[in-house]
């Protein structure tokens, strides 16, 4: 292969998008923005003033448990309480004002109380919650059963109605049909329970215990590249945005050959003894250089405007970056290749860069996605750069965990290379 | 040089080429002619390796292209018929591309890029984007971008196609000098006059098939009429006249366009002495009179039966 003719050609192709102002700008300012916008949104910036969820709570009882559990509620920093009547509770859900409603019976705090040992006679409590919120459900079961155990066990084990309730539950084992085996046990624990409850009130307030409580207590660490280092968003979403405009300009330049081909020039090119793979190669190696120095630069911006630094090893970030480009880059000519015109070209385009931008996390991270999806993304090339380029960025992670993205990259680029040069309308115009 | 053995070539049901042979000796310049479609462009691409013959064969120097990255394509220089230019790259970026194209680089590119350049004239604007320049210097810079390599076969597809006189003239001065270098040419057209002055031989096709293939003396020899008399009438009377003069012997057409009176002669001096004579006779003014070589299109027309414009 004639490779002063080759670079000839690159050379070409780079001298004229560097000149092409609406290129530069889609492929440079664009991504920039958008990151940014995205990394603010998701960013770990946010963290003072996470929203919390509105929740409205409805209290029919009124009773001391009851209201513990309304003040138990209220306490934790992820929910927003506000009392509201059940006709407000349920317009607030509908509304969308409210993320979902709680409703303590009238009768819960007696009820709870008697159910605690016996379980019989249990309280029913409603949630009304939006359908659209199903992962802020799941957490709201959580806490109110905490808060629920919580506060009724501190009640039985200290407080007043704990002692009547144990007495009565006591002198009602006889007809509650428990059976005769279980009796004497139960008895047993029910009356160290009022033998432990007389002296807890006895006790001064400071040394008496607080009830059932959960077992352990929780501290949170965000694992990053490092202790001490906080999560960026911004590389996320630097990399995504990046991905995805990168993508844009590969197809860009598998489309200009197709317009190149309307023209003399084509005929021109394909006159010289560069021949046709030289002119496929030509492209393609213009398009991966290209696509490297668009994601240096993006990355480069992230880093002076929001910090985001390389964390993992630079070696493999270069490498990803290489192997995407040149993924990027066959991409292009295989489009062009399908389409065989622009027009149909740019139409498959659409198709193409929606398909590897959204399932492959550039958006959204693929973390979020289901299971089986999270599975058959795996074949989606674009995944491996977006996951690649995290781990590098701010996962910290070594050159070894970049060598199955690199590797998987290439092997997609050498696919496309091959399709594109045995699909490429290179004759008839 | 190069020859063409029944080449072949159909788009779909659509037969562009129904076996085309001719050859070119090497310094020779050879006119391509024919009306819109007749399959020039298909012809020249074949001969260039841009798109491969369903049948037949052709050879360079007796040996036919081996793939598209044969070294042997360097020996020709190709001027499309569209402007083969990148409108946002200099006229000496291009040239430098084209010539990088078939492996030219450092001081014998810059030599060659140079020399390109004042060949077609345009020395001055090496440095504007091919976008600012007008019609005919796109032209100009299409055909020095051929030359860069130096080739000894310059096949050149309408290269005057929507060019003014000024650069057409540029165009035909350039075309002169590579003939005189010894370059073979193969010139692609369909205005007649352009092909009388610049080939040797000329082949005309029509509908994918050669229809004749003759020097341009030879092509005028087989005519019935060898030259033809052009005289301006002070006052052309009314009335069927012309049609009894064309029946006179040694006159074998007559047109009256406007004033000015076209009389084909099959030999120069009888025919044009009774033209004249019958002229005076009649009273018939002449203002001006001169004579003409019988033109490509009037050989097109007795080949054909029909006008090369309307083909
Ligand atoms: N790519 C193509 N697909 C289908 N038909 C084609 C193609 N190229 C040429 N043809 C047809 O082949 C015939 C010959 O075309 P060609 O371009 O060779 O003519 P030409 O002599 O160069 O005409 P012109 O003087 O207009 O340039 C025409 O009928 C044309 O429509
Ligand atoms: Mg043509």
């Not at chain 1, 630094?309 to 990027?328: C, D, E, K, N």
Request: proline share 4%.
């Amino acid at each position: 292969m004639n490779l002063t003719a080759l670079w000839a050609l690159v050379r070409k192709d780079l001298k004229l998008f560097l000149g092409d102002r609406r290129a530069l700008i889609l492929s440079l300012a664009a991504p920039i923005v958008i990151g940014a916008f995205f990394g603010f949104l998701f960013s770990g910036d946010g963290k003072k003033d996470t929203a919390k969820i509105p929740i409205a709570l409805v209290d029919l009882d009124g009773s001391v448990l009851s209201r513990a559990v309304g003040a138990k509620l209220a306490e934790d920093k992820l929910l927003l309480v506000r009392p509201e009547s059940e006709v407000q509770a349920r317009e607030a859900v509908r509304k969308g004002r409210a993320t979902a409603a709680v409703v303590l019976p009238k009768g819960f705090g007696d009820s709870a109380a008697n159910a605690f040992f016996s379980s019989l006679g249990k309280p029913e409590v409603t949630v009304f919650y939006d359908p659209s919120h199903g992962m802020e459900m799941g957490l709201l079961r959580g806490l109110l059963t905490q808060a629920a155990m919580e506060v009724v066990s501190r009640e039985m084990f200290t407080g007043d109605t704990g002692r009547t309730v144990v007495k009565r539950t006591l002198s009602g084992l006889d007809t509650s049909g428990v059976s005769s085996a279980e009796k004497a046990p139960l008895q047993d624990l029910l009356r160290s329970v009022d033998r432990w409850n007389a002296q807890q009130s006895a006790a001064p307030e400071k040394q008496r215990s607080g009830g059932l409580s959960l077992p352990y207590t929780l501290k949170e660490e965000p694992i990053t590249a490092g202790s001490g280092i906080a999560y960026n968003g911004y590389a996320h979403s630097f990399g995504g945005m990046g991905v995805q405009f990168i993508l844009f300009m590969g197809i860009d330049a598998g489309v200009a050959l197709l317009v190149l081909r309307r023209s003399g020039t084509w005929q021109r090119l394909r006159a010289a003894p560069l021949g046709r793979r030289g002119i496929l190669l030509a492209r393609a190696l213009s398009a991966a250089i290209l696509a490297t120095g668009i994601l240096l630069v993006i990355f480069a911006a992230a880093r002076l405007l929001f910090g985001v630094r390389i964390l993992g090893s630079f070696a493999g970030f270069l490498g990803i970056t290489v192997a995407f480009a040149l993924m990027t880059a066959t991409f292009g000519l295989l489009i062009a290749a399908l389409g065989r015109t622009p027009e149909a070209a740019r139409g498959l385009a659409i198709f193409g860069t929606l398909i590897m931008v959204m399932l492959g996390g550039a958006w959204i991270p693929s973390f979020v996605f289901p299971a089986w999806l999270q599975r058959a993304t795996l074949l989606v090339p674009t995944r491996w750069a977006v996951d690649g380029l995290d781990a590098m960025t701010w996962r910290g992670l070594g050159f070894s965990a970049a060598v199955g993205p690199m590797a998987v990259l290439l092997g997609f680029a050498a696919l496309f290379g091959i399709l594109a040069l045995w699909r490429f309308p290179f004759e008839d115009a | 040089m190069l020859e063409l053995h029944n080449i072949r070539k159909s788009y779909g049901t659509q037969q562009a080429v129904k076996g085309i042979s001719f050859a070119i000796r090497a310094g020779e310049t050879l006119g391509l002619l024919g009306p819109n479609g007749a399959g020039k462009t298909t012809t020249v691409s074949m001969i260039a390796g841009l798109i491969a013959p369903d049948s037949g064969e052709v050879k360079l120097d007796g040996r036919s292209l081996g793939g598209d990255t044969d070294p042997l394509k360097a020996r020709i220089g190709l001027v499309p018929q569209d402007l083969a230019l990148f409108e946002d790259l200099s006229a000496r970026d291009n040239l430098s591309l084209f010539g990088a194209l078939y492996g030219l680089q450092g001081a014998a590119l810059n030599g060659a890029t140079a020399e390109a350049l004042s060949f077609t004239g345009l020395t001055d604007r090496a440095k504007d984007k091919v976008k600012t320049f007008s019609g005919g210097m796109k032209r100009r810079l299409n055909l020095a971008a051929a030359l860069l390599h130096d080739p000894d076969l310059i096949i050149l597809d309408e290269p005057t196609v929507g060019v003014d006189p000024q650069s057409r003239n540029a165009i035909f001065e350039g075309l002169e000098a590579l003939k005189a270098r010894g370059k073979t040419l193969l010139y692609t057209t369909h205005y007649m006059e352009e092909a009388e002055r610049l080939c040797d031989r000329i082949v005309i096709v029509d509908h994918g098939e050669v229809i004749a293939d003759d020097t341009v003396a030879g092509l005028t020899r087989r005519l019935p009429l060898r030259n033809v008399l052009r005289l301006e009438l002070e006052n052309p009377p009314p009335g069927a006249w012309a049609e009894e003069l064309a029946a006179l012997p040694g006159i074998v057409s007559v047109r009256l366009e406007a004033a000015v009176l076209s009389v084909g002669l099959a030999e120069l001096g009888p025919g044009s002495a009774a033209a004249l004579g019958w002229l005076t006779t009649r009273g018939i003014a002449i203002a001006h009179a001169h004579t003409e070589r019988a033109d490509l299109e009037t050989v097109f027309l007795a080949l054909t039966g029909r006008t090369l414009r309307d083909a």
